[in-house]
């Protein structure tokens, strides 16, 4: 997983002494502190680096404005910006950032043309911001804009203009560039090496901030969750890497409150603060009402860990489980016979297991197909198969057929999966280590609901290595719980005297605490000996009376039904049919309709 600058001056304080001899070879150590004259390295003692218990905190007595962190110390040893600090430290620790492989790549965005009759806001213009406690300063430092009939936000990078919004000067009206790249706005108005950054939920609101000194950024897209926050979240996560903490600031309306869960969540809860308006709906009606914004700030809350609750917080669920309505979370399977009685939830993880060649990962790419029309955003690791011939099944089961047409492939089939599918392209045996970190990285930059790893034996643990199983299976839960995700994992079963048998959960291969562990279990069985006999034609019409496949429902934690699920296949898509004569459905072009 790719670290953020908090993380990094962590690691950097548990070696601080050694980051001293590296920075600061001309001092010395005196008792449980680093001494030197200054930054520059000369003889004395007025600059200290505490190296004990308050190790990477320092501070340079002859200069009282200087201190901070060790990357602190980077910066002003080296004479360096916090981007370029962060890559000595790395390099010092021996960090590499690894290209994290998804497939399909990022979207393709256009760079905007400003809108005719761009020039910079004079005028009117002015007098509208000053209305509203905002000068001219503030104004030319985000490089507010107009046209005859509105005024012009620039969402600047590097100084190349990526998207903007407008807002009609006679009305409150809105409108935004095109096919543009999401991104926050101010990063030009701000200077680089501010260690903690304010998110807003409007342009004005960030410029607010600005007005008193702090460094403030506003979301394109207003409030509100889910797409409006992920679209601008995967072209920003690196930018805010560099930052410790991030001041959330959205309005203290319920479209606010619902960005600031859903910010916190993705950015991350353990360098997140909440900012409290109070009377005020949000920093602007502040900033006019004549208040100190750095005192929002001050005493913005920490985001403590959702999981300590009081007992009265659980009650509608109570209500709803008692009024049959217990089984609406999560998403169904994809057979209309089952919606009613199995669900997969949210913080769960389901076991799906089977024979060799009894078709698990068949099953389990219909249910991904399925649950992605239902709106899912998947993250696969499927060790098995090459990405290009995993996807090539799964096209055939969203589009219903056995050969779509390159057309179809590059149009409908293309969009059903795109931004909704994430490949970990690695073949053979990946080490789970590896795998949580993607799988991490996937949830916190595109948003991703459902995790599949297939399968448990490609995870680089040994078929007797029980206890590292266990311990993974454990990660796998509390990545699930923290997270809010479902995780979906593939596991074989023992051979049976006779593949006419049907495994049960206790023929999992592994450690026998899988299934103990685990939310759900799937238990898929094959009727290999109804296809032998219509391949001889034998008993042909009752033999085509039987299912094709069995899907064993042996666990449910949170649900009260367990019991079999019978299915026919679908040869030409490789979907599972509910009943016999069924047909496959073409999920690809009612998803795009």
């Given amino acids: 997983m790719k670290l953020d600058i908090g993380q990094i001056a962590k690691m950097l304080a548990e070696r601080a002494e050694e980051v001293c001899q590296w920075l600061l070879p001309g001092g010395q150590r005196r008792g449980q502190e680093w001494m030197v004259g200054n930054i520059f390295g000369d003889s004395g003692d007025s600059l200290r680096v505490n190296i004990g218990g308050k190790a990477g905190v320092w501070r340079d007595f002859a200069a009282d404005e200087r201190g901070g962190d060790l990357i602190d110390l980077i910066m002003a040893s080296r004479g360096v910006a916090k981007s370029e600090a962060i890559k000595e430290a790395k390099a010092f620790l021996g960090i590499t950032d690894e290209k994290m492989e998804f497939e399909p790549k ?163 809860r353990h360098r997140c603060k909440v900012v409290d308006f109070g009377q005020y709906k949000d920093a602007n009606e502040a900033l006019v009402a004549g208040e100190r914004l750095v005192d929002y700030l001050t005493f913005a809350r920490n985001c403590d860990p959702p999981e300590l609750r009081s007992a009265s917080s659980y009650v509608e669920e109570v209500v709803d489980y008692f009024c049959g309505k217990k089984d609406s979370a999560g998403y169904s399977l994809p057979w209309e016979k089952t919606n009613s009685i199995v669900r997969l939830r949210k913080s769960e993880i389901s076991l799906w297991a089977g024979i060799n060649g009894h078709g698990k990962s068949q099953v389990v790419g219909h249910v991904t197909v399925d649950s992605i029309s239902r709106g899912e955003i998947w993250c696969v690791a499927s060790m098995e198969f090459k990405p290009f011939k995993l996807l090539a099944r799964m096209y055939r089961q969203a589009a219903g057929i056995s050969q779509p047409t390159p057309e179809q492939c590059r149009g409908p089939l293309c969009s059903f999966f795109d931004g909704r599918l994430y490949l970990f392209d690695v073949q053979g045996t990946a080490k789970a280590e590896r795998i949580l970190d993607v799988f991490e990285y996937a949830f916190r930059r595109y948003g991703c609901t459902s995790f599949l790893i297939d399968s448990l034996a490609k995870c680089g643990f040994g078929e007797d290595d029980y206890n590292g199983q266990k311990s993974f299976v454990d990660r796998l839960m509390e990545f699930a719980q923290r997270n809010d995700v479902h995780v979906h994992l593939v596991a074989h079963a023992r051979k049976q005297k006779n593949e006419e048998d049907e495994p049960g959960k206790m023929d999992i291969k592994g450690t026998g605490a899988l299934s103990d562990m685990v939310d759900n279990v799937f238990i898929i069985w094959r009727n290999k000996k109804k296809e032998a006999a219509v391949a001889q034609g034998k008993q042909f019409v009752k033999a085509l009376d039987e299912p094709d496949c069995i899907l064993n429902c042996s666990k449910q934690r949170n649900g009260e039904w367990e019991g079999k699920v019978l299915l026919w296949f679908d040869r030409a898509s490789f979907q599972y049919c509910g009943g016999k004569g069924a047909y496959a459905r073409n999920y690809a072009i009612s998803y795009n309709q």
């Fill in 106 to 268: 990022r979207r393709q965005y256009k760079a905007p043309e400003p809108p005719k009759g761009y020039k910079t806001a004079n005028g009117s213009v002015l007098g509208y911001f000053k209305a509203r406690g905002i000068s001219s300063e503030t104004v030319k430092a985000y490089k507010i804009a107009e046209t005859e009939n509105a005024i012009i936000f620039p969402y600047l990078i590097d100084g190349n203009l990526k998207f903007y919004k407008c807002r009609d000067k006679r009305e409150k009206k809105f409108w935004a560039a095109k096919d543009a790249e999401p991104v926050l706005f101010g990063w030009h108005a701000i200077t680089e090496n501010w260690r903690y950054v304010v998110i807003t939920e409007g342009e004005i609101d960030a410029m607010s901030f600005y007005e008193q000194g702090q460094p403030g950024l506003s979301v394109p897209f207003g409030g509100g969750a889910d797409d409006k926050q992920d679209k601008w979240l995967e072209n920003e996560f690196d930018r805010l890497q560099l930052f410790d903490t991030i001041y959330l600031a959205m309005d203290m309306d319920a479209q606010g409150q619902k960005a600031t869960e859903h910010l916190l969540r993705r950015l991350g």
